[in-house]
């Protein structure tokens, strides 16, 4: 799979986030298949699909309470044990060795995000940009190839938005994997997205970079209605 940042737009109600839903297992499709990295994925349950390489955050966050900031990104990590629950439970040594190496990457991907002065603190305590950051780190936990972001920038200010946008050219930039986001605040789509889709009544309307989605004569009329040619 190739590094990417692609972007998938359209009015609301128009499909994106059911797509997502599709791709991650929450929904199954009725009909055709999703293929991820020449599999196809249908009708798998969300852990399984996880599993595979694809990750994903919601529109609400979501993050773990009672459950300090590196606790947070550690859960996205136990996809991946070799332990069996019984050896969880009883804190044998195959098990006390994992988890210690849990916490270790888990500090380590916090420093790679620059969220590492936060691993004690409680998530709520966070301000609102940073709890979106924590919950891209938790899914990057997971190891993924492909990771969905659903509205990252929802409810943010515009100076949040441009530390966003940054945060998320870091990840592009400093991991292996392409990023598919949902996103509404066309700053941040134009801003760093070279590839766009389009969609609207759940069918492709447009894709292309920013300039070309900007001048498409159906993006403008899904979005302001119909596009006046006199």
Do not use: W
């Not at 620059?114 to 190891?143: C, H, M, N, V, W």
């Not at 996103?183 to 447009?206: L, S, T, W, Y």
């Amino acid at each position: 799979m190739c590094v990417e940042l692609c972007a998938l737009i359209g009015p609301n109600g128009s499909g994106k986030t059911t797509i997502f839903n599709v791709i991650t297992g929450i929904y199954e499709p009725t009909e055709g298949n999703i293929i991820f990295r020449g599999e196809d994925i249908s009708g798998k349950r969300p852990d399984q699909i996880t599993k595979r390489g694809i990750a994903r955050t919601f529109q609400n966050i979501r993050l773990f309470k009672g459950l300090n900031v590196l606790e947070n990104v550690i859960v996205g990590k136990h996809l991946r044990l070799n332990s069996d629950p019984a050896s969880a439970i009883l804190h044998l040594p195959n098990y006390l060795k994992e988890e210690s190496e849990m916490r270790r990457t888990g500090m380590t991907l916090l420093e790679s995000l620059g969220l590492d002065r936060f691993a004690e603190d409680e998530p709520t305590s966070l301000p609102y940009g940073l709890q979106r950051k924590l919950e891209i780190a938790r899914a990057l936990a997971t190891e993924p190839r492909l990771l969905l972001l659903d509205e990252p920038a929802a409810g943010m200010s515009p100076s949040d938005a441009e530390e966003l946008m940054a945060f998320i050219q870091h990840i592009l930039d400093s991991f292996d994997l392409t990023i598919f986001l949902i996103e509404h605040q066309m700053r941040v789509v134009m801003g760093i997205c070279p590839r766009i889709i389009v969609i609207d009544h759940g069918e492709k309307i447009a894709e292309g970079n920013p300039e070309q989605i900007q001048n498409d004569d159906r993006v403008i009329e899904a979005y302001l209605g119909v596009v006046d040619h006199a």
